[in-house]
């Protein structure tokens, strides 16, 4: 673990960031934005931009009397923890981005690139609201950049495990700047089928596994899924099927990787699955994230979200959740992924709302 204390004699300021509040935030958060979306954070490629925001916000905790933590997670990979205080309210969100990469554009109305609403404009978003508030006096306060959250939840499940005391977590996800009051949870799963190889020509010395999974994945299909009267219904998705060796070949491997979106913590789906598949292939959990129904706060809009976040793996260690950040999830993971600049603005001011109803 690395940290950095500051006093506000220890850097010169730049004189940017002393422009009045609205136009403060328009130029340089936009700024901010794009250069951590040009940073590629590709998951277990986080290191990058993690010493980046390191010094971004250690040049915040020397003008305001803060300290900033690399806490490792893994060779090469750490969370980000600033705090100003004894943190009561911490603002979270993940570094990590899913590939390809590609850089940052700007048009009148948007930021564009990968990460730039999931999460990258939300990071910038964070970081400003929590200058403006120390700007302001406000103590108590901190930042945790996690690792992971794309594939694993790794650095929130290790942060749960070292907690800074804080009572109150603001995780940021694209939620449209609207107060998430649920979110589903997720439910992965690995179906392996094992065959016996032979000529094509002569099918009946062989054993096809990819006929097997076809078969598994059929009944898998027809397994009914929970409802809930706020989240509403689970999904299931085949994400990827994979197997064979060449097109002349009976195939003697062949796999499935499934996700269903829960309602629920995913027990009655597990038994339901496991009975459908009834020893025809193998069953393998992968990810077992619950659904999760999260609380609300006076004058913000409220929704919810088919998505899971990090919130389930910081297990309360951070304090009660709450989930809300700019953009849309709709473009998320996509090529067209974009963050609205009006949403950006509202973001910091939101973030700022919420700190300082919950201190």
């Known amino acids: 673990m690395e940290r950095y204390r500051g006093n506000a004699a220890s850097r010169a300021r730049n004189p940017s960031l002393h422009l009045p509040g609205f136009l403060r935030r328009a130029m340089n958060l ?14 277990d490629n986080e290191a990058h931009v993690g010493n980046y925001l390191f010094d971004r916000l250690s040049e915040i905790a020397g003008d305001h009397h803060g300290r900033v933590e690399r806490i490792e997670v893994e060779p090469n990979r750490f969370n980000v923890f600033a705090s100003w205080g004894d943190p009561a309210v911490t603002l979270s969100t993940h570094m990590d981005t899913v590939p390809p990469f590609f850089p940052s554009r700007e048009d009148a109305e948007n930021i564009w690139g990968r990460g730039a609403c999931d999460t990258k404009g939300i990071i910038a978003a964070m970081i400003f609201a929590a200058r403006e508030l120390l700007e302001e006096g406000v103590r108590n306060i901190g930042l945790l ?3 992971g959250e794309e594939r694993n939840s790794t650095g929130a499940y290790h942060a749960a495990r070292q907690s800074r005391g804080s009572k109150f977590l603001i995780n940021g996800e694209p939620t449209e700047n609207k107060l998430a009051i649920g979110s589903k949870g997720a439910l992965r799963f690995e179906l392996i089928a094992s065959g016996r190889m032979a000529h094509s020509a002569y099918p009946e010395l062989g054993e096809s596994a990819i006929e097997k999974l076809l078969d598994a994945l059929a009944r898998v299909r027809q397994v009914p899924l929970p409802s809930d009267e706020i989240l509403g219904r689970s999904t299931l998705n085949i994400g990827i099927i994979s197997g064979g060796r060449a097109p002349n070949v009976i195939p003697d491997h062949a796999k499935a990787e499934i996700m269903i979106r829960l309602v629920d913590d995913g027990m009655s789906t597990r038994e339901a699955l496991r009975a459908a598949v009834n020893g025809t292939a193998d069953l393998n959990e992968v990810l077992a994230i619950p659904a999760l129904h999260l609380g609300s706060l006076p004058g913000l809009e409220t929704t919810v979200v088919s998505f899971t976040t990090d919130i389930p793996a910081f297990g309360n260690t951070w304090g009660k959740p709450y989930l809300l950040g700019p953009g849309t999830i709709h473009v998320a993971h996509t090529s ?5 600049k009006t949403q950006l603005i509202e973001a910091v001011q939101i973030y700022k709302t919420m700190v300082k109803q919950l201190l």
């Open 30 to 43: 936009f700024e901010l934005t794009r250069k951590l979306v040009d940073i590629e954070s590709i998951t």
């Open 336 to 340: 067209e992924e974009r963050i609205p």
């Open 145 to 147: 950049f996690v690792v």
